[in-house]
């Protein structure tokens, strides 16, 4: 039985990504469909979601999908998506305080773009706790397995993702959770900087290093004028 503070916290963070939870259900969904046409059984299916637990990864990785499988190339790909966890990982270490040993190692299993975004916006206003992180996060991985499973099942009949406008979906969710960051023109910077070095390397170079780049942009900016206001203090 959670404590009452415990429970308010897990309630709070249940309310907060319901609304993404309808956005990433769709998803899911049409990943399994991807994964089943692709010859992934069911179980398959939701094992993948369950041990990855990496949309954006997933989707390259499955498009990527052939007989025979390029491990490799899929492995080194997936890892490009996804190195932008290793600084997501970094900022969301510093406000597990609270966390025990095992639970810092689950937080950052579970740490998705989403769980991430929330976890920072909340440790803004207090200290993160782990009823809160953990219902966020908890929440999405039972949400992205099921509807993986689900859309594993319903096979081919959803048919393209972009006919329905899912495809934009998860990047028009996570515009309105960034706004919740919005601090003025030093928020603006390191957007623009971000959004700026990936378009431009989107266009120059192939495969998905733009999502790194811009990543590395938007932090060096941070740093920058991190520096230049304690300078000035």
Do not use: C
């Not at 899911?28 to 992934?40: E, I, K, N, S, V």
């Not at 190339?73 to 290793?86: D, E, K, P």
């Not at 393209?160 to 023109?185: E, H, N, Q, T, V």
């Not at 170079?205 to 990543?215: D, R």
């Amino acid at each position: 039985m959670l404590k009452p503070s415990r429970a308010a916290d897990f309630r709070r963070g249940v309310l907060d990504i319901l609304p993404v939870l309808a956005a990433a259900a769709p998803i899911g969904l049409l990943w399994g469909t991807l994964a089943a046409a692709r010859g992934f059984s069911p179980f398959e299916a939701w094992l993948t979601s369950a041990t990855v637990f990496a949309g954006a990864s997933q989707f390259v990785a499955i498009d990527m999908w052939r007989d025979p499988v390029p491990l490799m190339l899929v492995v080194f790909t997936t890892f490009v998506v996804n190195v932008r966890h290793l600084l997501m990982g970094a900022s969301l270490q510093r406000h597990l305080a609270r966390f025990s040993a095992p639970g810092k190692l689950l937080a950052m299993f579970l740490m998705t773009d989403e769980s991430w975004a929330f976890a920072e916006r909340k440790a803004l206003a207090e200290p993160l706790r782990p009823a809160y992180y953990f219902a966020v996060a908890v929440s999405m991985w039972l949400v992205w397995t099921s509807a993986s499973l689900a859309g594993a099942i319903a096979g081919h009949s959803l048919g393209d993702p972009a006919a329905y406008g899912f495809d934009f979906a998860f990047s028009a969710m996570f515009i309105a959770i960034l706004a919740g960051f919005w601090k003025g023109r030093r928020t603006a910077a390191v957007l623009a900087s971000s959004a700026v070095a990936a378009a431009l390397a989107k266009l120059a170079l192939s495969g998905a290093w733009y999502i790194v780049i811009g990543g590395l942009s938007g932090v060096v900016v941070a740093a920058l004028l991190h520096s230049d206001e304690e300078a000035a203090a």
